[in-house]
């Protein structure tokens, strides 16, 4: 191995630039808000540089392989290790974090939502993003688990001060339905450990991922625990995700949640949790994998319809996106349920097509109520088209990605999907005519899908506009919302015409765990 | 046999020629100038600190026949105590400075029930552990009603003296039918003395560890022997209660480590469970009752009986089995270390604000963040770090014992499963305080809180611990590990 010491300490840098980032902030007077919030952007443009630098120097051909690893000791009391890497399935999601971030940090530069607060509104953000993109590249279980908490506490904050008018019962609830289902996931990362391999060196137990995986593939822990198990720790990643019946959290948290936490919260945060399923759960616990996957499917298949039909329902406008990523990500469940390499990819290509086109959606929301001061599709009453031509057609362009419009982004998670559940992995025994109603019952979610979202750009930006509105002369879209939405519209539109990009890095990634589930 | 290893004595005979000397100088000090007995005390403790360093690294020493031995397990606590010691000398300076409070008394009596502390983890035989025990309680149960003229604090102190005294001569009695059944004090002694009874002596045996037991489960305010604690941590001085929630706690542990894991180890088939029941009642009772607390203090007293629950847990977990033992112990000690610093943390930040709002409820800390940010933001960090999650040093502690459960398997799993669901609850109430600081506005504006120097050097100090055990959680662990190593032969 000759790796340079750029290689070894790229992630870390990368990883924990927001942090320091947050402390410099910290160091800031409070007054200073311009310059606040243009470190915020400037940690973040680094943070994204370091993230786009590791991806370019990235080796796709060995894109199933770790690279950029660094493993050192760290609490070597109880077999805990400093130990990161990327590989292909974490690529796509560590960039988008950062991207998503930066994006974030350049809307703040102009939106900061009340009660103001700007320093500890970025400092907090930075905190989050590091907690976000640590969770891809942790490849031991504790740290996993560092990381993954670590974003309870800083997105607790960014709903309950710069939340709307419910904001405390949003942001508690949020806060304690995620921690109660990753303290069971905690349990269940002991368990594995206690039962796992003894690390030859130190006569202790390992919590290193790889390892586990390994020794998990091979069969090594017994069938009745993974079942148990395999239940704790999923309990865990179903909260986050949020699969039906876990999610009634998100709704409440994304609608009082200000822009950029729904933004980061929809698209990055909500990815933890499948990311957790592909990356943990299903290869250290195939045979737990093939014994939930048929619920999970299930679920998902609800889930979709479910949130199609909350979304019909929806009088306001962020609500009924909080709601229509329910549904989006139960096409990602039902993806990984089907526990083929189809569907696997299909659920990370759904992961990054859903962050990238929600957070837009959120984007746009917040953009929106910051002119009409209302979210209630009632009161905006239609007629944005002819308010604001240009808003009202990127609104559009994004409400018609997300149905899942061939060519776009969203099409390709929705359709593989459904392609994984007509034919899923029989090898391990899932029963095709099961999924082959999950995937028609996906199937008319996706309809219902195409219906809220038609019928909810008919309510706004079509008609004639209330007379109320005409006269505030509007503003459309503003340089500081073209610069951080171009980006998003741009991936909308190039991952749906180019999907390979992100299928192509993951594939080798995808494929080793579905031969370990298939066994 | 004559020769004293003074050495090994040294830390707990400086303490004591302190407490002496606080009591003489207290005599000659004019009354304004009373408050100067803290830094007498102040700077006795860091003699004893400094006598404690020098005693690092030089092995296991014995004195009086094995009654007082100093090991890693004994400088870890006793270092640990003094610290403590050192951060309550600082809560309670400004505090009894401006209280109206009979100051060199006060100290004299801290630092005697600090004197009990540090002799307790060194006492390896029932009477000393006896005799430390006493130390520590007697003085509590007059410092609890420091504040004489406060009816909370005369109903708080009764209860405490009389449930203490109760329990104590339940106490002394179960020794008294231990010696009686082995002939023996020493822990090692007892051990072998037990293992050899059979038939309606081992009954007796069973009663009189029960008994033993009961002594210290008042110490701990373990449930059913809590009720004391929530009306005597209100009606005392708030520095006492910080070292009532603290010190005095950890001594409770700390004398139990030595007689479950050592004294009584071979009898563990019969207590395990018990400790099973009691730990999870204790959590699961202090925490329901704590989400309806509206009294900070009270509050904190809740949660520090959820909080023995959790160290009560690994003593349940004791098997045959030497490993999961020491697995067990050292997630005790670790958690009692790793608590004890987020608690005195937040007793500081309570002292701090009762300056202003001596009733200390819960809306009292309205618009605290805004008034002075160091306090806000500690005490946000405290309970975050008390709740368990991270980017907190709490974090480390619960996972000790979460490990050391889910290791011991059976019985552990579910205990695990029971604090797991228990720390969830306990989100619920240790946000209270928090959310009045950050979101609730203070009835007197934006008006900038002054916080004083030394209650502001101690907040400072016990954030920065916190933070740094979440980064460096190897040192807590190590040190938990090398405590461990009394167990052996």
Known sequence: MNESSWQQWAITITTFLPIIGALVILLVPKDKDKMIRGLGVVVTALAFIGAVVIALQFDYGRSGELQFVQNVKWIPVIGARYHVGIDGISMPLYVLTYLLGLLCAIYTARYVPSPGKTKAFVALTLLLITGMAGTFIAFDLILFFVFWELVLVPMYFLIAVWGSANRQYASIKFFLYTLFGSVFMLLGFLALYFNGPVDVETGKHTFDMQALTTFGAGGGYAHTFQLVVFGAIALGFAVKVPMWPFHTWLPDAHTEAPTIGSVLLAGIMLKMGTYGFVRIALPMMPEGAVAYAPWIGALA??????????????????????????????????????????????????????????????????????????????????????????????????????????????????????????????????????????????????????????????????????????????????????????????????????????????????????????? | MTNIDYHALAPAVILGVTVLVVLVV????????????????????????????????????????????????????????????????????????????????????????????????????????????????????????????????????????????????????????????????????????????????ETLAEVAILFVVVGFAFKVSAVPFQFWAPDTYEGSPVPVASFLAVASAAAGFAGLLQLMFVAFV????????????????????????????????????????????????????????????????????????????MNLGAFAVVTAVSERRPSLQIDDFAGLLKAAPL??????????????????????????????????????????????????????????????????????????????????????????????????PNAIYRLGELSSLALGP
Request: charged share 10%; hydrophobic share 55%.
């Open chain 2, 266 to 341: 071979g009898q563990w088939e019969f207590w395990a469970p018990i400790f099973a029941l009691l730990s999870i009642l204790t959590m699961t009772l202090g925490n329901l009752v704590a989400l309806r607390q509206r009294q900070a203090v009270r509050l904190l007293a809740y949660s520090g009986i959820a909080q023995a629950g959790y160290i009560l847990l690994p003593f349940a977990l004791v098997s045959g089995d030497t490993t999961v033992n020491t697995a067990a112990f050292t997630a005790t000690v670790t958690y009692i270390l790793i608590y004890a610093v």
């Open chain 2, 26 to 201: 207290d005599l000659f000090l004019p009354a304004r100038a009373k408050a100067a007995a803290m830094w007498v005390s102040f700077a006795g403790v860091i003699g004893a600190l400094a006598a404690l360093l020098t005693l690092i690294g030089e092995g296991t020493r014995v004195v009086f026949g094995g009654a007082y031995v100093v090991d890693a397990f004994t400088l870890i606590f006793q270092g640990f105590f003094l610290l403590a010691a050192l951060v309550v000398l600082l809560i309670s300076y400004r505090y009894l400075r401006d209280g109206g409070f009979y100051q060199g008394e006060y100290y004299f009596l801290l630092l005697t029930a600090f004197l009990g502390c540090v002799l307790m983890p060194a006492s390896r035989n029932l009477l000393m552990l006896f005799l430390a025990l006493e130390l520590v309680s007697a003085p509590g149960f007059l410092m609890a009603t420091f504040r004489k003229s406060d009816i909370r604090g005369n109903e708080g102190g009764l209860k405490f003296f009389i449930i203490g005294v109760l329990s104590t001569a339940v106490m002394l009695y179960g020794m008294s039918l231990i010696y009686g059944l082995t002939g023996a004090l020493d822990l090692h002694a007892i051990a072998e003395g037990l293992a050899g009874l059979s038939g309606s002596r």
């Open chain 2, 375 to 472: 306090l806000g933001v500690a005490m946000t960090a405290f309970m975050v770090s008390l709740a368990g999650v991270p980017p907190t040093g709490g974090f480390w502690g619960k996972l000790g014992i979460f490990a050391a459960a889910i290791d011991r398997g059976g019985i552990g799993i579910w205990l695990a499963v029971i604090m797991v669901i228990n720390s969830v609850i306990s989100v619920g109430y240790y946000f209270l305080i928090p959310r009045a600081m950050i979101f609730e506005e203070s009835p007197d504006g934006d008006q900038r809180v002054r916080v004083p120097m030394l209650l502001g050097m101690v907040v400072v100090l016990t954030l920065v611990g916190v933070l740094a055990i979440f980064v460096l």
């Open chain 1, 301 to 519: 298949a609800i889930a979709i319809v479910y949130a199609a039909l909350a979304c019909l329902a929806q009088k306001d406008l962020k609500r009924l996106i909080a709601f229509s990523s329910v549904g989006h990500m139960g096409f990602v469940m039902l993806g990984i349920a089907t526990l083929t390499t189809i569907g696997i990819q299909a659920a990370i290509f759904g992961m990054v097509a859903h962050g990238v086109i929600t957070g837009m959606l959120f984007f746009l929301v917040g953009s929106i109520y910051d002119r009409y001061h209302t979210r209630e599709i009632a009161d905006i009453g239609g007629g944005m088209s002819e308010l604001m031509p240009k808003m009202a057609g990127i609104f559009a362009f994004v409400a018609i990605a997300s149905l899942g419009l061939p060519g776009l982004a969203g099409f390709w998670g929705e359709i593989m999907a459904l392609l994984g559940s007509f034919n899923p992995n029989t090898a391990v025994g899932l029963n095709v005519g099961l999924y082959r109603a999950f995937m028609i019952i996906g199937g008319i979610g996706t309809i219902l899908t195409a219906g809220y979202f038609l019928w909810m750009l008919q309510r706004v930006n079509q008609g004639e506009a209330p007379v109320k509105w005409k006269d505030h002369g509007f503003r459309d879209i503003l340089t500081v919302e073209w610069v951080s939405w171009v980006p998003l519209l741009a991936l909308t539109l190039v991952l749906g015409l180019l999907p390979s990009l992100i299928l192509d890095t993951t594939a080798t990634g995808v494929d080793t765990i579905v031969r370990i589930v298939t066994g």
